[in-house]
DNA sequence: GCCCCCAGAATATGATCAAATTTCACCTTG
DNA sequence: CAAGGTGAAATTTGATCATATTCTGGGGGC
């Protein structure tokens, strides 16, 4: 009777990683990091016992975080049973541009609403690190910060509903931007980030909304010229 | 609607019968069409175990399936383990009703474009069925045929991500959708599709974008005021 | 060159483990 | 004495794993 697992949860604040989150929910996280910052190319197959293995995990949690990701649009099911990275046409991107500019600068105009003094420099301090990745030439550094960015900036709209579709968006391009960068690098932006932290200090939504919608247009079509090439 | 089990193993005898569809898609299928057409209601907990032996699937193609679903944004993941369909707030309506009325328009743009005198013939078709649904008072019918006429109309325009996205959308206020028509019934419509038809015949874009922002807006307009009282 | 057979991977099942909510008895309190 | 709250046990439900089955694709034999 004295069986039960006293010795289990007794003071410990737990230093550990996350013991709270189930098995899926982290596969599912390491997956899309690794499609976000471009760890895996597009057209690249993935199966699920070559997930099991890199990733440590069972085979259950890997089936699941596959199936989200496929309805994310981040992965693609291949007909038979094959799993892949999707490699975008130009009509794709075309597609991702509209819904892309309609959105995100309408996240940004109901932010720009929202933020107050101190978030609006924790935007600005993003905006630091990743000059400081493009001067560096560190590519996974620039796409980490350019995501949390517009991912932190998305999170202060109140728009729960639009930041998920956002964010459900860049999975579709990740792969794609990371090999437009891997192969011309991250020069040639005339920063459209300062445009937006200046508009939204002296209060001008529309302004905002402006410089976002020019930022996300110059980004897809940096995608789009880069893989007009090959591809 | 007893779905009896045992749908996987069909007779050889009729080739249509489906042995191509793996066991989760089949689950995913049917518990879409529970949810678009209002068979489940907002805020209604969903349980593993409970559509298991509801749809006589193995626990496996269900938990695959609710996956996607919350993915989709038709199922919400309640802190918890537990799932249950969301909830949705005025300021939720308001995000969906500004981005349907985007990718919708935008869609029904790019299908005017596209559509031949058949294509437009078929949805008309849908559209006197969807008025016979209406006249008869069934609401049933008419989420069905409603549904129809969209998707119809977007599988023409020749842009699969914003499909995708619309798609996932009406995920979302279906089941209020179906509380709101239960409610009040299905008239008070000035049709909108017949308006989207005409121009499409007449062959003016711009009008068929306006008229969908229009019918989205109505109908969103007509799930806000629906859920304004209670819920 | 075509067809059959085999290997490998994905799908599906059931069992088992863990967690959370619920139930219910017992104690406290008005 | 009755009513309400607290705590643990029990049931319900979700998560994970090991295993069996099925399907796809390719290679060898005819």
Redesign the interface.
């Known amino acids: 009777m004295s069986t039960t697992k006293t010795a289990a949860q007794s003071g410990q604040t737990a230093p550990d990683e996350g013991p709270k989150l189930p098995a899926?929910e982290i596969v599912y996280q390491q997956l899309r990091a690794q499609i976000l910052f471009g760890e895996l190319a597009p057209g690249q197959a993935v199966t699920i016992q070559g997930l099991t293995e890199a990733l440590g995990a069972g085979m259950?949690p890997v089936?699941?975080a596959i199936?989200?990701l496929?309805?994310?649009?981040a992965l693609m099911f291949q007909g038979n049973r094959r799993v892949s990275v999707p490699v975008l046409s130009p009509?794709?991107i075309d597609?991702?541009s509209?819904?892309r500019k309609?959105?995100e600068s309408?996240l940004a105009r109901r932010a720009s609403l929202r933020m107050n003094a101190v978030q609006i420099a924790r935007l600005e301090a993003i905006d630091i690190a990743l000059d400081r990745a493009i001067s560096a030439g560190d590519v996974a550094g620039y796409l980490v910060q350019n995501y949390s960015f517009h991912s932190e900036l998305y999170a202060c709209a109140?728009?729960?509903?639009?930041a998920?579709?956002a964010d459900r968006l860049w999975l579709?391009f990740g792969p794609s931007l990371r090999v437009v960068c891997g192969r011309f690098g991250t020069q040639s932006f005339p920063d459209r980030h300062k445009d937006i932290i200046e508009a939204m200090r002296r209060g001008e939504p529309e302004k905002v909304a402006q410089a976002m919608e020019k930022d996300v247009a110059q980004g897809m079509e940096q995608v789009s010229q880069g893989l007009g090439g090959t591809n």
């Open positions: 899926h259950t089936r699941e199936r989200r496929i309805s994310d649009g009509a794709d597609e991702l509209f819904v309609t959105i309408e109140n728009a729960p509903i639009m998920d579709l579709r």
